[in-house]
Protein backbone atom coordinates (compact mmCIF):
# COMPACT_ATOMS: atom_id res chain seq x y z
CA UNK A 1 0.00 0.00 0.00
CA UNK A 2 1.22 3.46 -1.18
CA UNK A 3 2.36 5.65 2.20
CA UNK A 4 3.16 8.63 -0.28
CA UNK A 5 0.96 9.63 -3.11
CA UNK A 6 1.33 11.70 -6.10
CA UNK A 7 -1.92 11.64 -7.97
CA UNK A 8 -1.52 14.09 -10.79
CA UNK A 9 1.57 12.26 -13.68
CA UNK A 10 1.87 15.03 -14.92
CA UNK A 11 1.21 19.18 -15.35
CA UNK A 12 1.66 21.84 -17.42
CA UNK A 13 1.75 25.15 -17.03
CA UNK A 14 2.89 27.97 -18.78
CA UNK A 15 6.14 30.48 -18.06
CA UNK A 16 5.38 33.00 -15.55
CA UNK A 17 2.56 31.03 -13.77
CA UNK A 18 2.39 29.52 -10.61
CA UNK A 19 2.97 25.68 -10.95
CA UNK A 20 1.10 23.51 -7.79
CA UNK A 21 2.17 20.03 -7.15
CA UNK A 22 0.32 17.49 -4.85
CA UNK A 23 1.14 14.95 -2.81
CA UNK A 24 -0.77 12.86 0.23
CA UNK A 25 0.17 10.41 2.54
CA UNK A 26 -1.19 7.68 4.82
CA UNK A 27 1.50 7.53 7.52
CA UNK A 28 0.30 10.14 10.52
CA UNK A 29 4.19 9.15 11.85
CA UNK A 30 6.13 11.22 9.22
CA UNK A 31 7.69 14.10 10.81
CA UNK A 32 9.63 15.41 7.55
CA UNK A 33 8.56 16.07 4.17
CA UNK A 34 11.18 16.73 1.75
CA UNK A 35 10.70 17.32 -2.35
CA UNK A 36 13.42 16.59 -4.88
CA UNK A 37 13.86 17.11 -8.65
CA UNK A 38 15.07 15.06 -11.29
CA UNK A 39 16.24 15.66 -14.57
CA UNK A 40 16.77 12.84 -16.98
CA UNK A 41 19.81 10.86 -16.24
CA UNK A 42 20.65 12.27 -12.98
CA UNK A 43 19.97 11.16 -9.61
CA UNK A 44 17.38 13.15 -7.60
CA UNK A 45 18.21 16.91 -6.35
CA UNK A 46 16.92 17.72 -3.11
CA UNK A 47 14.83 20.97 -3.52
CA UNK A 48 13.09 21.92 0.35
CA UNK A 49 11.81 20.18 2.82
CA UNK A 50 8.92 20.77 5.65
CA UNK A 51 9.12 19.79 9.10
CA UNK A 52 5.64 18.06 10.26
CA UNK A 53 5.50 21.01 13.10
CA UNK A 54 5.78 23.44 10.50
CA UNK A 55 2.64 24.23 7.74
CA UNK A 56 5.04 26.28 5.72
CA UNK A 57 8.28 26.38 4.15
CA UNK A 58 9.89 28.82 1.71
CA UNK A 59 12.73 29.34 -0.28
CA UNK A 60 13.37 31.57 -3.00
CA UNK A 61 10.72 30.56 -6.03
CA UNK A 62 9.52 27.37 -4.18
CA UNK A 63 6.95 27.32 -1.56
CA UNK A 64 5.90 23.60 0.19
CA UNK A 65 3.11 24.11 2.42
CA UNK A 66 1.36 21.32 4.83
CA UNK A 67 -1.71 20.82 6.14
CA UNK A 68 -1.46 17.68 8.48
CA UNK A 69 -5.38 17.27 9.07
CA UNK A 70 -5.35 16.52 6.03
CA UNK A 71 -2.17 14.81 5.11
CA UNK A 72 -1.56 16.90 2.33
CA UNK A 73 0.85 18.98 0.93
CA UNK A 74 1.88 20.69 -1.89
CA UNK A 75 4.74 22.82 -3.75
CA UNK A 76 4.14 26.12 -5.35
CA UNK A 77 6.78 27.43 -7.75
CA UNK A 78 5.93 30.62 -8.67
CA UNK A 79 7.05 32.20 -11.32
CA UNK A 80 7.46 29.06 -13.24
CA UNK A 81 10.68 28.94 -15.31
CA UNK A 82 11.44 26.25 -18.44
CA UNK A 83 14.24 25.02 -16.52
CA UNK A 84 11.83 23.61 -13.96
CA UNK A 85 10.66 21.01 -16.22
CA UNK A 86 11.58 18.07 -14.66
CA UNK A 87 10.25 15.34 -12.94
CA UNK A 88 9.57 16.29 -8.74
CA UNK A 89 9.09 13.48 -6.19
CA UNK A 90 7.48 14.05 -2.93
CA UNK A 91 8.76 11.98 0.15
CA UNK A 92 8.78 11.69 3.81
CA UNK A 93 10.73 9.98 7.14
CA UNK A 94 10.18 9.26 10.03
CA UNK A 95 13.43 10.84 12.39
CA UNK A 96 13.91 7.63 13.89
CA UNK A 97 14.25 5.93 10.46
CA UNK A 98 16.38 6.73 7.76
CA UNK A 99 14.58 5.70 4.47
CA UNK A 100 12.94 8.16 2.49
CA UNK A 101 9.13 6.95 1.56
CA UNK A 102 8.89 7.97 -2.19
CA UNK A 103 5.69 9.18 -4.11
CA UNK A 104 5.54 8.08 -7.58
CA UNK A 105 6.70 11.18 -9.29
CA UNK A 106 5.05 14.53 -11.19
CA UNK A 107 6.26 15.44 -14.34
CA UNK A 108 6.06 19.20 -14.52
CA UNK A 109 6.57 21.01 -18.11
CA UNK A 110 6.68 24.89 -18.51
CA UNK A 111 5.76 26.03 -21.81
CA UNK A 112 7.73 29.36 -23.12
CA UNK B 1 34.52 15.53 -6.44
CA UNK B 2 32.03 16.61 -4.28
CA UNK B 3 28.97 14.62 -5.12
CA UNK B 4 27.75 11.10 -4.61
CA UNK B 5 29.61 9.00 -7.44
CA UNK B 6 28.12 5.92 -8.81
CA UNK B 7 29.65 3.35 -11.13
CA UNK B 8 29.33 2.12 -13.50
CA UNK B 9 26.38 4.44 -15.45
CA UNK B 10 25.24 1.69 -17.27
CA UNK B 11 25.21 -2.04 -17.54
CA UNK B 12 23.87 -4.65 -19.74
CA UNK B 13 24.05 -8.46 -18.51
CA UNK B 14 22.57 -11.65 -19.14
CA UNK B 15 20.13 -13.18 -16.72
CA UNK B 16 21.43 -15.62 -14.64
CA UNK B 17 24.81 -13.21 -14.06
CA UNK B 18 25.95 -11.52 -10.90
CA UNK B 19 26.41 -7.51 -10.66
CA UNK B 20 28.45 -5.45 -8.48
CA UNK B 21 27.62 -1.60 -8.50
CA UNK B 22 29.78 0.90 -6.63
CA UNK B 23 28.82 3.87 -4.82
CA UNK B 24 30.83 6.74 -2.96
CA UNK B 25 29.58 8.43 -1.17
CA UNK B 26 30.21 12.42 0.07
CA UNK B 27 32.93 12.74 2.11
CA UNK B 28 32.13 12.83 5.63
CA UNK B 29 28.47 11.74 5.41
CA UNK B 30 27.98 8.26 7.71
CA UNK B 31 24.82 7.38 6.03
CA UNK B 32 24.52 5.59 2.97
CA UNK B 33 21.14 4.20 0.76
CA UNK B 34 20.50 2.30 -2.09
CA UNK B 35 17.28 2.82 -3.96
CA UNK B 36 15.62 1.47 -6.76
CA UNK B 37 13.85 3.00 -9.38
CA UNK B 38 11.62 0.82 -11.62
CA UNK B 39 10.52 2.05 -15.05
CA UNK B 40 7.12 4.00 -13.94
CA UNK B 41 7.73 3.75 -10.66
CA UNK B 42 8.85 5.95 -7.78
CA UNK B 43 12.07 5.21 -5.90
CA UNK B 44 12.07 2.15 -3.62
CA UNK B 45 14.16 1.72 -0.76
CA UNK B 46 16.35 -1.44 -0.31
CA UNK B 47 19.47 -1.07 2.39
CA UNK B 48 20.89 1.95 4.72
CA UNK B 49 24.04 2.10 6.61
CA UNK B 50 25.11 3.93 9.18
CA UNK B 51 29.07 3.33 9.27
CA UNK B 52 29.85 0.03 8.41
CA UNK B 53 26.65 -2.09 10.01
CA UNK B 54 23.62 -1.47 8.24
CA UNK B 55 20.78 -1.32 10.40
CA UNK B 56 17.81 -1.76 8.04
CA UNK B 57 17.74 -3.95 4.98
CA UNK B 58 14.25 -4.70 5.15
CA UNK B 59 14.07 -2.88 1.66
CA UNK B 60 16.08 -5.85 0.23
CA UNK B 61 13.96 -8.17 -2.25
CA UNK B 62 15.13 -11.12 -2.01
CA UNK B 63 18.26 -12.94 -0.76
CA UNK B 64 20.03 -12.77 -3.97
CA UNK B 65 20.88 -9.19 -3.39
CA UNK B 66 23.39 -8.53 -0.86
CA UNK B 67 25.36 -4.76 -0.04
CA UNK B 68 28.35 -4.38 2.23
CA UNK B 69 30.17 -1.40 3.48
CA UNK B 70 33.39 -0.94 4.48
CA UNK B 71 36.12 1.64 6.11
CA UNK B 72 32.71 4.03 6.50
CA UNK B 73 32.86 4.93 2.87
CA UNK B 74 32.33 3.06 -0.03
CA UNK B 75 29.85 0.90 -0.82
CA UNK B 76 28.95 -2.23 -2.78
CA UNK B 77 25.34 -3.82 -3.87
CA UNK B 78 25.56 -7.28 -5.35
CA UNK B 79 22.83 -8.91 -6.99
CA UNK B 80 23.27 -12.54 -7.62
CA UNK B 81 21.74 -14.41 -10.74
CA UNK B 82 20.21 -11.37 -11.97
CA UNK B 83 16.49 -11.61 -13.20
CA UNK B 84 14.87 -9.70 -15.96
CA UNK B 85 12.43 -8.06 -12.68
CA UNK B 86 15.86 -6.68 -11.76
CA UNK B 87 16.43 -3.94 -14.59
CA UNK B 88 16.56 -0.52 -13.03
CA UNK B 89 17.89 2.20 -12.35
CA UNK B 90 19.62 1.54 -8.50
CA UNK B 91 20.43 4.98 -6.68
CA UNK B 92 22.66 5.88 -4.29
CA UNK B 93 22.50 8.19 -1.50
CA UNK B 94 24.12 9.56 1.09
CA UNK B 95 23.49 11.98 4.09
CA UNK B 96 25.42 13.24 7.60
CA UNK B 97 23.99 10.38 9.39
CA UNK B 98 23.88 10.60 13.29
CA UNK B 99 20.93 10.25 15.84
CA UNK B 100 18.28 11.81 13.89
CA UNK B 101 17.47 12.35 10.19
CA UNK B 102 15.08 14.68 9.74
CA UNK B 103 16.98 18.09 9.08
CA UNK B 104 20.12 15.71 6.67
CA UNK B 105 18.67 16.09 3.15
CA UNK B 106 19.89 12.70 1.24
CA UNK B 107 22.14 13.16 -1.38
CA UNK B 108 21.53 11.35 -4.37
CA UNK B 109 24.26 10.06 -7.10
CA UNK B 110 23.00 9.57 -10.80
CA UNK B 111 22.57 6.01 -10.64
CA UNK B 112 23.52 3.12 -12.21
CA UNK B 113 21.14 1.88 -14.80
CA UNK B 114 20.98 -1.77 -15.17
CA UNK B 115 19.50 -4.02 -18.04
CA UNK B 116 19.02 -7.51 -17.64
CA UNK B 117 18.86 -8.94 -20.89
Known amino acids: DQQVKQNSPSLSVQEGRISILNCDYTNSMFDYFLWYKKYPAEGPTFLIS?????DKNEDGRFTVFLNKSAKHLSLHIVPSQPGDSAVYFCAALRGSQGNLIFGKGTKLSVKP | GAGVSQSPSNKVTEKGKDVELRCDPISGHTALYWYRQSLGQGLEFLIYFQGNSAPDKSGLPSDRFSAERTGGSVSTLTIQRTQQEDSAVYLC???????????????FGDGTRLSIL
Open chain 1, 50 to 54: ISSIK
Open chain 2, 93 to 107: ASSLGGRTFSNQPQH
